[in-house]
Each structure stands twice: as structure tokens, then as C-alpha cells.
């Protein structure tokens, strides 16, 4: 199943937000601080963060930039959340790192693991880490970098229990991660109504380091200082036009600073041409058949797939899951209206919404008891979304040959 953990880490358990920065960054220091010999860049939002970041990396990559990545969570193998020159570090060098930090019990799990993408950045002379923060931003471990370069995605209304019951609270949560860089840029999806609450006064705005305006045959044309070059959107979705134009502001940024190289035209096609980031409006081969894979998970990613699906001709059956801190209702009337058929489960998972409240938000919708039943009972095309697990659970199926 997904989301199998080497043993030092399933000691620690996934862990939740700690309001601390003291035991991860005292690790630090007794390993030498390597963070201190690492440039980087790091992302914050709600969503899109993983994107964004993936762009980043293949653009850096392109500029012959040795650049790492570090994200979160993964789909399937944990070896996911570390990569070095576009690809996920080996297993053993993943235990290599993590036995180093076992002599660090108080650290948390995402503690534990970013740390342990710093070791592996070192140990691979990485030139360039781009970091994506984890839940909030005031107190996420990838602030132990000191990052020259930070990026804001957007403001969405996820995990409220920790952030903060309004998207002011919730923007002043993850702004803080923007407030120790050289150059804070926001994306075009962060709303202006919010910037004051981020707490980050001289943050840039994307547009005025990149301008994207559309292109032809659905691409952009992107200018940042030396003429419009016309690039492709690697990713599905209106949304990640959004994703891109930040990225390459952040590369830009990341040039105008010193820890990248200027942007070149040929280079950054070459590198948006090669991003893979699965599960993004992707398409992979599940049991024999050509499956829809979504990671929308809270009500603005949901948003985002349901105006992907009113574009559409084909019209997908659902199937769909999630956990119990979400807004189910909310994401059930947003989707319903523009699917087929629908199948719930329930994950497996403490914290899963529980069978009876998929059923009550998706009117009419089928039960299965597990997400392979649920694709059995569904006639193609098939969309599946409502969270990572489910995803991941399917993209493990389609590499197991299933």
C-alpha cells in the first residue's frame, strides 16, 4: 500500500504542526548546519505549492542549475519528497540520511525529514534547493534554510483547526515564511485583499518580474525583461498558469540575486517540456484502463478541477474520498453537477470521512469498500480525486502492473 515508511520513520508518526523551530534547528546546528551551505528558494500557499516548485526545478535544471527538491507529502514512496537533478533519491540513500538523524528522537516527522533533504543536498553538491513549506509557514521547518528567495501561492481557507478560523489568521500563519528572504514574490492568485495580513510589506508581485499574457494554441507568452518568449503550461488546468507565471517570477528572482543564472528562452521551454508531476489532471494506466488522477483535496483545489471539467466533452464518473476535516458538502455540490456516476469509500485512515458523510454530500452516490472496488463498479472514463490517498493508492496499483 502507499505510503509505506522506513522504520525510523514510522517511529515519530505523521505528527501535526509543532509552534516551535528549536529542537529542529539545535539538530541542525549539532550536524554543522548544512543548511547554511545551501542556497534555495522556498514556497508557501495553500495550493499549487508542489507545482510550482516541480516547474521551478525542471527550469533550474534546464539552465544546467544541479537543483534539488524537496516536497510534500508523496503519493506512493517517500523517497518522493527528495529530488536531485529531477530524480527521487534511492532508498538508501533516504536510510543513510535518516539514520543520521536518529540520535534527534524530539524531532517531528516533517522535521525529520526535511533535515534529512539538507544532508542529502549536501551530499550531492545541490547548487540550488527549491523547498516547498509544509502545512502553515511561521513554523516549518524548511525556515531553518536560509533561503534568499521565497514564493506565495495563494491563501486558501485548509486546515483551520491549526491556522486559524479566518484567511487573515491563516495568511499571517503563512507569511511568516516569507519574511526572512531576500526577495518575497507573491503569485497572481494571491489576493489583494490579503497582502496586508501576510505581514511581508516589500513582497513583489509575480507580474512585475514576469509578464505572462496568452499565446496561441493554448500556450503563454512569458517576457521577463528581454522580449515575449511563447512556452507551454507543462501541467492540465487553467490553474496552473498561475503556478507557472510564479515560477518563472521566482527564477527570475533567484537570477536577479545571484543563485541562478539569467533566464534563457530555449532553456526554460526545454525544461517545462520535461516536468512530470503525477496526479495533476494526469492520466495513468490503473488496472487495464486509463484513469483520471486529481490531487483536489480542499474546496479552492476542487474548484479548480470542477472548471477543468466544464470544459470538457467527456463527461466522468466519480469516484471519491477524503478525509474528515473537510469541507465534503462544499466539494460534493461543487463536482456532482459536472460528473457522472459517483462512488464513495472510505479511506483507510484514522482521520477519514466517514462512510455515511460521502454519502449524505454526494446525492445518489454508490458505496464501495475499497477505492479497487469502487473502480470496478465505475464505467469509463473514470475521474478520481478528494485527496492524496486515494491517488496514491491508485498510482501504486498502475506501477504494481495492476
Given at each position: 500500500?502507499?505510503?509505506?515508511?522506513?522504520?525510523?520513520?514510522?517511529?515519530?508518526?505523521?505528527?501535526?504542526?509543532?509552534?516551535?523551530?528549536?529542537?529542529?534547528?539545535?539538530?541542525?546546528?549539532?550536524?554543522?548546519?548544512?543548511?547554511?551551505?545551501?542556497?534555495?528558494?522556498?514556497?508557501?500557499?495553500?495550493?499549487?505549492?508542489?507545482?510550482?516548485?516541480?516547474?521551478?526545478?525542471?527550469?533550474?535544471?534546464?539552465?544546467?542549475?544541479?537543483?534539488?527538491?524537496?516536497?510534500?507529502?508523496?503519493?506512493?514512496?517517500?523517497?518522493e519528497r527528495i529530488r536531485v537533478a529531477g530524480k527521487p533519491i534511492?532508498?538508501?540513500?533516504?536510510?543513510?540520511?535518516?539514520?543520521?538523524?536518529?540520535?534527534?528522537?524530539?524531532?517531528?516527522?516533517?522535521?525529520?525529514?526535511?533535515?534529512?533533504?539538507?544532508?542529502?543536498?549536501?551530499?550531492?553538491?545541490?547548487?540550488?534547493?527549491?523547498?516547498?513549506?509544509?502545512?502553515?509557514?511561521?513554523?516549518?521547518?524548511?525556515?531553518?534554510?536560509?533561503?534568499?528567495?521565497?514564493?506565495?501561492?495563494?491563501?486558501?481557507?485548509?486546515?483551520?483547526?491549526?491556522?486559524?478560523?479566518?484567511?487573515?489568521?491563516?495568511?499571517?500563519?503563512?507569511?511568516?515564511?516569507?519574511?526572512?528572504?531576500?526577495?518575497?514574490?507573491?503569485?497572481?492568485?494571491?489576493?489583494?485583499?490579503?497582502?496586508?495580513?501576510?505581514?511581508?510589506?516589500?513582497?513583489?508581485?509575480?507580474?512585475?518580474?514576469?509578464?505572462?499574457?496568452?499565446?496561441?494554441?493554448?500556450?503563454?507568452?512569458?517576457?521577463?525583461?528581454?522580449?515575449?518568449?511563447?512556452?507551454?503550461?507543462?501541467?492540465?488546468?487553467?490553474?496552473?498558469?498561475?503556478?507557472?507565471?510564479?515560477?518563472?517570477?521566482?527564477?527570475?528572482?533567484?537570477?536577479?540575486?545571484?543563485?541562478?543564472?539569467?533566464?534563457?528562452?530555449?532553456?526554460?521551454?526545454?525544461?517545462?517540456?520535461?516536468?512530470?508531476?503525477?496526479?495533476?489532471?494526469?492520466?495513468?494506466?490503473?488496472?487495464?484502463?486509463?484513469?483520471?488522477?486529481?490531487?483536489?483535496?480542499?474546496?479552492?483545489?476542487?474548484?479548480?478541477?470542477?472548471?477543468?471539467?466544464?470544459?470538457?466533452?467527456?463527461?466522468?464518473?466519480?469516484?471519491?474520498?477524503?478525509?474528515?476535516?473537510?469541507?465534503?458538502?462544499?466539494?460534493?455540490?461543487?463536482?456532482?453537477?459536472?460528473?457522472?456516476?459517483?462512488?464513495?469509500?472510505?479511506?483507510?485512515?484514522?482521520?477519514?470521512?466517514?462512510?455515511?458523510?460521502?454519502?449524505?454530500?454526494?446525492?445518489?452516490?454508490?458505496?464501495?469498500?475499497?477505492?479497487?472496488?469502487?473502480?470496478?463498479?465505475?464505467?469509463?472514463?473514470?475521474?478520481?480525486?478528494?485527496?492524496?490517498?486515494?491517488?496514491?493508492?491508485?498510482?501504486?496499483?498502475?506501477?504494481?502492473?495492476?
Amino acid at each position: 500500500m502507499p505510503h509505506l515508511l522506513p522504520a525510523q520513520l514510522r517511529r515519530r508518526g505523521p505528527g501535526r504542526i509543532h509552534p516551535s523551530l528549536d529542537a529542529v534547528r539545535a539538530a541542525a546546528q549539532a550536524l554543522g548546519d548544512p543548511q547554511r551551505e545551501l542556497a534555495s528558494v522556498r514556497i508557501a500557499g495553500s495550493n499549487g505549492k508542489g507545482s510550482t516548485a516541480a516547474m521551478l526545478e525542471a527550469i533550474l535544471t534546464a539552465h544546467e542549475v544541479r537543483a534539488g527538491l524537496y516536497t510534500s507529502p508523496h503519493l506512493v514512496r517517500v523517497e518522493e519528497r527528495i529530488r536531485v537533478a529531477g530524480k527521487p533519491i534511492s532508498p538508501t540513500a533516504m536510510s543513510a540520511c535518516l539514520e543520521r538523524l536518529e540520535r534527534f528522537p524530539e524531532l517531528t516527522f516533517f522535521e525529520t525529514l526535511t533535515l534529512a533533504a539538507v544532508l542529502a543536498f549536501r551530499e550531492a553538491g545541490t547548487e540550488v534547493a527549491v523547498l516547498e513549506v509544509g502545512i502553515g509557514g511561521r513554523w516549518d521547518a524548511t525556515r531553518i534554510a536560509t533561503s534568499a528567495v521565497a514564493g506565495l501561492t495563494n491563501i486558501g481557507t485548509d486546515h483551520r483547526s491549526w491556522l486559524g478560523s479566518t484567511r487573515e489568521e491563516i495568511a499571517a500563519e503563512k507569511g511568516a515564511a516569507l519574511t526572512d528572504v531576500t526577495v518575497a514574490v507573491l503569485g497572481p492568485n494571491v489576493d489583494e485583499a490579503i497582502v496586508p495580513s501576510l505581514g511581508v510589506p516589500g513582497a513583489i508581485p509575480a507580474t512585475e518580474l514576469v509578464r505572462l499574457t496568452a499565446g496561441e494554441m493554448g500556450g503563454v507568452e512569458a517576457d521577463w525583461g528581454d522580449g515575449a518568449v511563447p512556452v507551454e503550461v507543462p501541467l492540465a488546468g487553467a490553474h496552473q498558469v498561475a503556478n507557472l507565471h510564479l515560477a518563472l517570477a521566482l527564477a527570475r528572482a533567484a537570477a536577479d540575486i545571484g543563485i541562478a543564472p539569467p533566464l534563457d528562452g530555449p532553456a526554460v521551454r526545454r525544461g517545462l517540456a520535461g516536468v512530470c508531476w503525477p496526479a495533476r489532471l494526469s492520466t495513468h494506466r490503473v488496472c487495464g484502463r486509463e484513469i483520471l488522477l486529481d490531487c483536489a483535496h480542499n474546496a479552492e483545489a476542487v474548484a479548480a478541477l470542477a472548471t477543468y471539467l466544464e470544459g470538457r466533452r467527456r463527461r466522468f464518473n466519480l469516484l471519491f474520498s477524503c478525509l474528515d476535516d473537510k469541507p465534503v458538502a462544499q466539494m460534493a455540490a461543487r463536482l456532482q453537477p459536472l460528473v457522472g456516476e459517483v462512488v464513495v469509500f472510505e479511506l483507510d485512515d484514522e482521520r477519514a470521512a466517514p462512510l455515511e458523510r460521502l454519502r449524505a454530500a454526494f446525492t445518489g452516490a454508490r458505496e464501495a469498500a475499497s477505492v479497487l472496488e469502487g473502480l470496478e463498479m465505475l464505467e469509463d472514463p473514470v475521474l478520481a480525486a478528494g485527496s492524496l490517498r486515494v491517488v496514491g493508492t491508485l498510482l501504486e496499483y498502475g506501477e504494481r502492473g495492476g
